[in-house]
């Protein structure tokens, strides 16, 4: 469909939409009804660590530092925080980094806003949308890492092309990070933790950090494990730690 000729505001919403359904990567967005203590995090928190839409162009034209109101030693971004158990914890304990991140979903963000409601939040910021329109909105070389924790299985071999590790999104990490920048993955799927494996050792621009077997197995001394890591997903195995480094 071509705007161009179509001022009105529906054909601008059908498209809108139908570019959406195409680049959406994640199924449901809204679960179970919110309490009251949820909603009021999400009417008060989210406004105040949101991320400006006009600073998510996607055109790699925002550096990460315009997010913030004061600049920070290192930038990260995590992907799909699911309840927010790692980022809140990192962004408390590394008062100096500026955390960058984002949940599709409602519940998921609630539970995360309504978490660091007294905490400070000069060092996150958010988005309750897909990760991806953050990460093609910075600059290149702009970030220090990147977190993908268990993402979405999608176990079924026609919904392979929704995982979130693929040629293209791996090309869009490979631009934003910096050299030597983390691209850190975890998944307890064996069929998941291999693709992404295999994706990122494959990409030119990643070098898988594994010297042995309990590089990948053993996670290092301060990891912060996830109410998801804790639980397992369906068809969970063992737990397996990526740590990929763009050249
Ligand atoms: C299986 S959960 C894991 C949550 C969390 N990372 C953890 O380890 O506890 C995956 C999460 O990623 C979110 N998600 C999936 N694709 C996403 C995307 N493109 N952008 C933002 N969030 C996404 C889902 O809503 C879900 O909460």
Redesign the pocket.
């Known amino acids: 469909m071509d705007l161009r000729f179509h001022g009105d505001a529906k054909v601008r919403m059908i498209h809108k939409q139908k570019i959406y359904k195409e680049q959406s990567?994640?199924g449901r967005r809204q679960g179970r009804t919110l309490g009251d203590m949820r909603q009021s995090a999400l009417d008060d928190v989210l406004p105040k660590i949101k991320l400006p839409e006009s600073k998510l162009k996607p055109d790699h034209s925002t550096n990460p530092n315009e997010f913030f109101d004061k600049s920070h030693k290192q930038y990260w971004l995590e992907?799909?925080?699911?309840?927010g158990?790692?980022v809140s914890a990192l962004m408390r304990q590394n008062p100096d980094t500026g955390y960058l991140a984002?949940?599709?979903?409602v519940n998921?963000m609630s539970a995360f806003l309504h978490d660091i409601k007294d905490d400070r939040l000069d060092n996150i910021r958010a988005i309750m949308d897909?990760?991806?329109i953050i990460a093609r909105s910075l600059a290149p070389n702009s970030l220090d890492g990147i977190y993908l924790?268990?993402?979405?299985p999608w176990h079924k071999k026609r919904h392979h092309k929704r995982r979130?590790i693929n040629q293209k999104n791996l090309d869009i990490f490979a631009k934003i990070l910096k050299s030597g920048g983390k691209l850190i993955m975890t998944s307890d799927v064996e069929n998941v933790s291999e693709w992404m494996c295999a994706h990122a050792s494959n990409h030119p621009e990643f070098i898988w950090q594994a010297g042995c077997k309990d590089d990948w197995q053993i996670p290092p001394d301060d990891w912060i494990t996830?109410?998801?890591?804790i639980k397992g997903?369906k068809g969970a195995k063992k737990m397996v730690y990526l740590f990929f480094e763009r050249r």
């Open positions: 990567l994640f992907i799909g925080f699911g309840h158990e790692h984002a949940e599709a979903f998921g897909d990760a991806m924790l268990n993402p979405d979130i996830t109410r998801y890591e997903a």
